[in-house]
Antibody, heavy 117, light 107 residues
Framework: VQLVESGGGLVQRGGSLRLSCAAS????????MSWVRQAPGKGLEWLSY????????YYADSVKDRFTIYRDNTKNSLFLEMSSLRDEDTAVYYC???????????WGQGTVVTVSS | DIQMTQSPSTLSASVGDRVTITCRAS??????LAWYQQKPGKAPNLLIY???NLATGVPSRFSGSGSGTDFTLTISSLQPDDVATYHC?????????FGQGTKVEIK
C-alpha cells in the first residue's frame, strides 16, 4: 500500500491550493481517508475525513468552510481543496488511510505547504 | 473537544532501559486510543491501536495499556532505532485529536 501526496508549495496569504494523494496497492474505494497536518515543530492535527463512497465528510473547526475534501475513486485519488489560506496553515500535509475506528493505519510521505505574506 | 496530554515532552534514556510514556484524555475515551511513532523527517507510523493492540510488524518490545482517561506506551528495552517522537491519538468522537508528542532520545 502506498500513498503519495503532491501539490504543496508556496502560496500567498489568502490564496488557494489543491493537494492530491495518489493511492496504490489497495482497493481505494473501500477505505475512508483523512488529511492530517503538522506545523513546523508542532504536533499532529487531524483536518478532514471522507468515507469510501464520499457520503460522509468531517472537518476540524480550524479548516471548516475553508477546506474541502473529496475523492475520485476511478483515479484512486484523494484531494484537499484549500482556500483563504492563513499563515497558520503552513505545515506538512499528510493523507492517511483511516480505519473503521478512525485511527490512521497507512500514511503518505507528506507535502509541504508554506503560506507567505 | 477532547484534549490529549502527553508526558513527558522529552525523555532521555540509555539503550536497554524500560521507557514509559503517558497520555491522558480530558474525558473518558474507553480504549479508543492509538499510538504512532514518527522518526525525524518521516511520516508517522501506527504502533498501537485500541490502546493495547500492536500494529502489524511492530516489535514486541512495544506495548500499550490503559482505558478511560489514562494510557501508557512502554518500550521494554530501548533500542537506538526507537529514537523518535511518539504521539497518542483518540478516536472516540470527532474531532480526533493528538497529544503534543513525546521525543525519545538516547542518553
Amino acid at each position: 500500500v502506498q500513498l503519495v501526496e503532491s501539490g504543496g508549495g508556496l502560496v500567498q496569504r489568502g490564496g488557494s491550493l489543491r493537494l492530491s494523494c495518489a493511492a496504490s496497492g489497495l482497493t481505494f474505494s473501500s477505505y475512508s481517508m483523512s488529511w492530517v497536518r503538522q506545523a513546523p515543530g508542532k504536533g499532529l492535527e487531524w483536518l478532514s475525513y471522507i468515507t469510501g463512497g464520499s457520503s460522509t465528510t468531517y472537518y476540524a473547526d480550524s479548516v471548516k468552510d475553508r477546506f474541502t475534501i473529496y475523492r475520485d475513486n476511478t483515479k484512486n485519488s484523494l484531494f484537499l481543496e484549500m482556500s483563504s489560506l492563513r499563515d497558520e496553515d503552513t505545515a506538512v500535509y499528510y493523507c492517511a488511510r483511516t480505519s473503521n475506528y478512525a485511527f490512521f493505519d497507512v500514511w503518505g510521505q507528506g507535502t509541504v505547504v508554506t503560506v507567505s505574506s | 473537544d477532547i484534549q490529549m496530554t502527553q508526558s513527558p515532552s522529552t525523555l532521555s534514556a540509555s539503550v536497554g532501559d524500560r521507557v514509559t510514556i503517558t497520555c491522558r484524555a480530558s474525558q473518558s475515551i474507553r480504549n479508543w486510543l492509538a499510538w504512532y511513532q514518527q522518526k525525524p523527517g518521516k511520516a508517522p507510523n501506527l504502533l498501537i491501536y485500541m490502546a493495547s493492540n500492536l500494529a502489524t510488524g511492530v516489535p514486541s518490545r512495544f506495548s500499550g495499556s490503559g482505558s478511560g482517561t489514562d494510557f501508557t506506551l512502554t518500550i521494554s528495552s530501548l533500542q537506538p532505532d526507537d529514537v523518535a517522537t511518539y504521539h497518542c491519538q483518540h478516536y472516540y468522537s470527532s474531532p480526533w485529536t493528538f497529544g503534543q508528542g513525546t521525543k525519545v532520545e538516547i542518553k
